[in-house]
């Protein structure tokens, strides 16, 4: 009994095990069937696929593999015969990217044991097409260049490298390549496009690195771009509207001022530049501008005296709790003073929402207007547990976590848990928005 018993499990093993083999073979069965309807219908590149496929799961199947055989010395026929002929009318490119695809087919036959024969000059014929369609290309490219049409002179210099080139080959079309990249940003530059001359040069430098001459050429014009197309931003403190709402905590547009700016604006994108909110503290402090609701003007007058770009006013446009239905659950204690005498205690579970709403606001220094202007909302919500009892709470006997329910301290600090959360989630959809629509400025 007990010997049969140990065998079981190897029988349920070995039962998925041949299950499983049951279902690959069903699998690669049915990519056969596949492979030799789409081979009957003239789709032989599908087929060969199909057949690679099966022979990948069963190297055994000799079916397949006569079959890839087959589909895969008539496809080489074709290609190298279409090739023949583009060289003969001067499609070199044609040509080389059927040899492209000859070697492809090669390479992927050979994977699963079946090699594909080629004529005994293919790999001269090769050589002599893949060096004539670069030369091709590389004309192009020049062409295109010489024209000013860099997105055109790129692509072609990028094409060069789906054919296998000799190393000087590679290296002139990555030459090429990071050529144009950087007549592009040096143009960029003269349009005042600058962020898009940034692009550029990266794309330059990533081609040879930030070590080589390339990369040093590009750098510069980065830096260059960077001088000149920064905004720098004086961020003021923000304030509360006055129809916010009478539960609008005091102090949470400070506490929010303090959130963008230390936490959130630390790392800003590239051109846009905080300005340091001590220079604006100072520079407000000098211009006696007292802090609350700044009128555009006045912003513009404390921008044009940190040499801003651009000046930001924000305000807290709403704010709302709203307080869920309670739930009420009766709970017993018994008195300290004996522990014996029950008393009856109310515990009461509820949702806090909390949603705030924010006005920012863009103002150019020079002409002292409003150039963009956005709100930004938020929420943050918190499960509230207290508790009531009619009399003195500390009559009776409970644990630490059910005193915790009584002590208002414990509330309080709940609650401006919960508003911290607010103003972490209104900066972090600040900053990003604000980022964005300096971005706007900056070509």
Not at 204 to 225: C, M, N
Not at 348 to 356: E, I
Request: hydrophobic letters at 40%; one cysteine or more.
């Amino acid at each position: 009994m007990n010997i049969k018993a140990k065998t079981r499990p190897f029988v349920a093993i070995l039962s998925l095990l041949l299950l499983v083999s049951a279902a690959g073979c069903v699998s690669t069965e049915k990519r056969y069937k596949k492979g030799v309807e789409l081979e009957s219908k003239g789709r032989l590149e599908e087929a060969a696929q199909r057949y690679v496929a099966v022979l990948a799961k069963e190297p055994g199947r000799e079916d397949a593999r006569q079959r890839l055989a087959e589909v895969g010395a008539e496809l080489v026929d074709k290609y190298l015969a279409a090739a023949r002929t583009d060289v003969a009318d001067g499609r070199t490119e044609e040509a080389a990217d059927a040899l492209v695809y000859v070697d492809g087919l090669r390479g992927r036959t050979a994977q699963v044991g079946v090699t594909l024969a080629v004529p005994d000059d293919y790999a001269d014929f090769r050589r002599d097409t893949i060096d004539a369609a670069a030369l091709a290309l590389f004309r192009q490219g020049e062409e295109y260049e010489n024209a000013g049409r860099w997105p055109d002179a790129a692509r072609t210099y990028e094409r060069l490298h789906a054919y296998p080139l000799t190393r000087d080959q590679a290296f002139r079309a990555d030459e090429g390549r990071a050529r144009v990249f950087l007549r592009w940003a040096e143009q960029d530059m003269s349009l005042g496009t600058f962020r898009a001359a940034y692009g550029h040069a990266q794309t330059a430098l990533d081609v040879f690195g930030p070590d080589s001459p390339t990369g040093a050429e590009g750098r510069a014009i980065q830096k260059a771009a960077l001088d000149a197309g920064t905004q720098t931003v004086a961020v003021l403190p923000f304030w509360a509207d006055p129809g916010a709402g009478e539960g609008t905590p005091r102090g949470l547009e400070a506490k929010l001022y303090d959130a963008l700016l230390y936490e959130r604006m630390d790392e800003p994108p590239l051109f846009v530049g905080p300005i340091d909110r001590g220079a604006i503290h100072r520079e407000m402090v000098r211009l006696r501008v007292r802090s609350g609701a700044l009128p555009d003007r006045t912003a513009a007058e404390v921008g044009r005296a940190l040499r801003a770009d651009l000046v930001v006013t924000g305000w807290l446009e709403s704010y709302r709790q709203e307080d869920g239905a309670p739930e009420e659950i009766a709970r017993k204690a018994v008195l300290r003073r004996d522990r014996v005498t029950p008393a009856a205690y109310t515990e009461k579970r509820y949702t806090v929402k909390l949603t705030a709403e924010v006005m920012i606001r863009i103002v150019d220094p020079v002409t002292r207007k409003a150039l963009d202007e956005a709100p930004v909302s938020a929420q943050a919500s918190a499960q509230f547990r207290r508790a009531a009892y009619n009399g003195d709470y500390m009559t009776l006997d409970l644990s630490r976590e059910e005193r915790a329910l009584f002590d208002r301290e414990a509330w309080l600090r709940a609650e401006e848990d919960l508003q911290k959360r607010l103003v972490d989630n209104l900066a972090e959809r600040i900053a990003p928005a604000l980022f964005d629509r300096v971005l706007r400025f900056v070509r």
